[in-house]
């Protein structure tokens, strides 16, 4: 089996920890602009069945650091509009011969779907209400840069919990790291079961966030209120909209981070959005790198087969790439 | 002809009868059977030591998908799957394509079932209890009646308005028919693919709420006490459901329930990575629901077993979770689970695992079947069942064109061994050549 990133729930610590490492790595040298790993014979697929602009940027870019060649699909162009089933066109990918994918599908799961007839590696940019594993790495790279550690951290994430796929990555990244981690919402935004969920559950805003390090704002879909599930949006800004006022009861040093995009206004105010508290522009940036970091992390495990590996014209055999060192210190200096 | 079942434990629920003894069958019928029999003039010898001899097997809820859904199953490959699975009566489902809600329908149905290619087993249909199963307005039931179906249903689509259901059952108990009823609020399930609780929530799934199963589950079992409608309640999976039933039963409500062995087998965790085997309708729920249910079972409120056979076509099924269609395909291995997870774990005696796989259903629909009594089958209807053969179940050889099966893989103990409908309609490869012997 191919090495996949379909979610933080699968990850082991080591794992996670591999992985902010190298993104921290990454960052370091594309700032100071020392030379990066280069994947350049390998093709990612970026099949983005629902619409996305900043993570699909952010795997794009990340993508050009590495030198890898990006092949673009998206919902409105591909042949599932005309009716191809999912696994259809993930075997079709395979056999166009591309070296792994990226994607984004509306459907909780779908990626371990395409994960197992794709046959290479395959990312998860978001599925469904399910995981969104790169997000989490991200913010999880924010937060230690500024607070040195995620141990012993308090991270209160705030809002439509129930819907959200942020929400569940983030809270399996930060409690495997050993944080203390909270969810805040109303009942009707907050899984009824949250057993397997690894939280502690505040119906209340003040307790929820009380002494928090870190507070991660939802963002609050406005169809909510058509299934019933809101009265208003000016009510629930008013119960838990993270401001001025009520970030007075988390912690004095909290971070108040963001997936975007923002609803300002309604999730968080200007103050909580772009004041000293915010680190939602470093969460945006800091996602290149951990998208560097898994992207190279898949695509030089040494668990990955040439791809197809059904292939059985002979000639064509491919050759076994010489094994990448597992760090990014290992790329050739220029 | 006169054929003779040779010194096996026979089952007969319908006579309350457990004894180890002989049967025989001459010229399509059941003649005799017990501890001594006329043993003179055998044509042909089963011995079936070791095995047990019961009424044919009676399935209450399968789906042949046929008109309109032949990719999934025919009329032809579900009574074979039948006759091997030891069925030799089963009911069908009117969530065909259209649906079963006319009476023409009903006669293809019937003259298909009874052709040379199908499996031999007897088909009682199920009519729609609304047109288009919408839900909107009845169907000409006496006319369906007449035609032959043993119960109405909507199935999948279950009738959402009580004022509508109570008509239903209104005209439902005049023409003497029994509704099966599916029970499910739809506004609480919308968009919804599995048990509401810790694994939806884990894998970020709408969850159906067990409420939306109890909340029908008692209204029409309200329906049923005060218009005295029969009332069929089809696979209940709550332990909510089955103390319901249990009142409802206790008040006097002419109610009865079946289950099906995914829901005695599998909790919500089955669902594991999303695997689309284990969806069905009502959900996979917990390990509390199955202890009750056990105990349902054991106390009568759950009369019967259903396969609830549902094949559907690998690529409906090999598609994200939230899009794959409910439930599996049954008929081949609903002996063989409910011997493992049941009779062999002391849920179920031998005598009760019978009753619930023929005896009751064919008691509760009106039909005639699950009995060994001579003369009150329309021809010998007996299953030889061997409780202690061990097998691996495997989706690739069975009879159903589906292959949606989650028991594959699974080692169960008891097979069904050989089937008669009037003659042998099916016989398993593991019943030993050495066995059947043919007097010259």
């Known amino acids: 089996m191919p090495r996949n990133l379909l979610g ?33 014979k390998e093709v990612v697929g970026m099949l983005f069945f629902e619409n996305s602009t900043r993570t699909r940027v952010s795997f794009e870019q990340a993508a050009h650091y590495l030198r890898m060649k990006t092949a673009n699909f998206s919902a409105g162009s591909s042949s599932m509009s005309k009716g191809e089933t999912l696994k259809d066109t993930i075997l079709t990918l395979r056999y166009e011969r591309l070296n792994g994918l990226v994607m984004r599908h509306r459907m909780s799961g779908s990626t371990a779907l ?66 203390e981690v909270r969810f805040v919402g109303p009942r009707t935004l907050i899984p009824a079961h949250p057993q397997l969920l690894p939280g502690e559950v505040y119906h209340d805003l003040r307790n929820g966030i009380e002494g928090a390090d870190v507070i991660i704002c939802l963002r609050l879909q406005k169809e909510r209120m058509a299934q019933g599930l809101l009265s208003s949006i000016s009510e629930y800004a008013s119960m838990y909209q993270v401001n001025r006022e009520t970030l007075r009861w988390a912690n004095r040093e909290c971070l108040v981070m963001h997936p975007g995009p923002l609803n300002r206004g309604i999730e968080v105010d200007d103050v909580a959005a772009d004041g000293d508290h915010s680190v939602i522009t470093t969460q945006i940036e800091n996602g290149i790198f951990v998208r560097m970091a898994s992207l190279y992390w898949v695509f030089t495990s040494e668990a990955k087969p040439s791809s197809p590996p059904e292939l059985k014209v002979k000639t064509a055999k491919a050759k076994t790439p010489a094994k990448a060192k597992r760090t990014a210190a290992g790329a050739k200096k220029k | 002809m006169r054929t003779l079942l040779k010194n096996g434990r026979i089952l007969d629920p319908s006579q309350d009868l457990d004894i180890v003894g002989h049967l025989i069958i001459e010229d399509s019928q059941v003649v005799e059977f017990g501890e001594e029999v006329d043993l003179s003039e055998i044509d ?44 030799s009566t089963i009911c069908c489902m009117p969530n065909t394509d259209p649906p079963l809600d006319n009476p023409a329908l009903v006669d293809f149905i019937l003259d298909k079932s009874a052709s040379p290619e199908a499996g031999g087993v007897f088909v009682a249909p199920v009519g729609a209890l609304t047109v288009n199963m919408a839900g909107e307005r009845l169907t000409d039931l006496s006319a369906l009646k007449r035609a032959g179906i043993i119960a109405a249903s909507d199935e999948g689509f279950p009738i959402q308005n009580s004022a509508m259901m109570q008509q239903a059952m209104e005209f439902c108990v005049q023409l003497d028919l029994p509704i099966m009823a599916h029970c499910e609020d739809l506004s609480l399930t919308e968009d919804a693919s599995m048990n509401e609780g810790a694994v939806s929530a884990m894998l970020g799934l709408k969850g159906m709420p067990r409420s939306a199963e109890e909340i029908m589950v008692m209204r029409n079992c309200l329906l049923s006490l005060h218009t005295n409608c029969q009332l069929h309640i089809m696979r209940v999976s709550t332990w909510g459901a089955v103390e319901m039933i249990r009142q409802a039963k206790y008040l006097g409500a002419p109610v009865t329930c079946e289950i099906c062995p995914m829901h005695f087998t599998f909790t919500e965790e089955a669902v594991g990575e999303f695997d689309t085997l284990f969806k069905i309708t009502p959900p996979l729920r917990t390990q509390l629901d199955i202890d009750m249910i056990y105990q349902g079972l054991n106390d009568g409120t759950i009369d019967c077993i259903s396969s609830d056979h549902s094949p559907h076509a690998s690529h409906e099924v090999e598609v994200p979770f939230e899009e794959a269609p409910f439930g599996h395909s049954g008929l081949e291995s609903t002996v063989g689970v409910t011997l493992t997870m049941l009779t062999h774990r002391g849920v179920l005696s031998p005598l009760e695992t019978i009753r619930k796989l023929s005896t009751k259903p064919a008691e509760i629909l009106r039909l005639e079947a699950g009995t060994l009594r001579p003369g009150e089958t329309p ?14 179940f495997d989706r690739h ?44």
């Open chain 1, 8 to 40: 933080i729930r699968h990850l082991a610590q080591d794992d996670i920890n591999e992985l902010i490492s190298l993104a921290a790595d990454f960052k370091l040298r594309i700032i100071e602009g020392k030379a990066v790993p280069e994947l350049s």
């Open chain 2, 44 to 87: 042909e010898v089963y011995d079936c030591t070791g095995m047990w001899i019961t009424p044919g097997l009676v399935d209450p809820h399968v789906h042949l998908r046929e008109p309109g859904q032949q990719h999934k199953e025919t009329i032809v490959s579900g009574t074979q799957a039948a006759a091997a699975g030891g069925f």
């Open chain 2, 379 to 392: 021809v010998a209807q007996v299953t030889v069942i061997d409780p202690e053969c061990e097998w691996v």
């Open chain 1, 114 to 179: 395409a994960a197992r007839y794709f046959g290479g590696p395959v990312l998860n940019a978001g599925d469904g209400q399910h995981e969104h594993p790169t997000q989490a790495l991200g913010d999880a790279l924010t937060v230690l840069e500024r607070k040195g550690q995620i141990k012993d951290l308090t991270v209160a994430i705030v809002g439509d919990v129930e819907h959200s796929r942020v929400a569940r990555s983030n809270a399996w990244l930060f409690s495997k790291l050993g944080a």
């Open chain 2, 397 to 440: 050889k069975t009879f159903s064109k589906s292959k949606n099966s989650p028991f594959h893989g699974m080692t169960l103990k008891g097979k069904a061994m050989l089937t008669f409908c009037g003659s042998e309609i099916y016989r398993d490869a593991l019943f030993s050549d050495d066995r059947y012997t043919i007097n010259e």
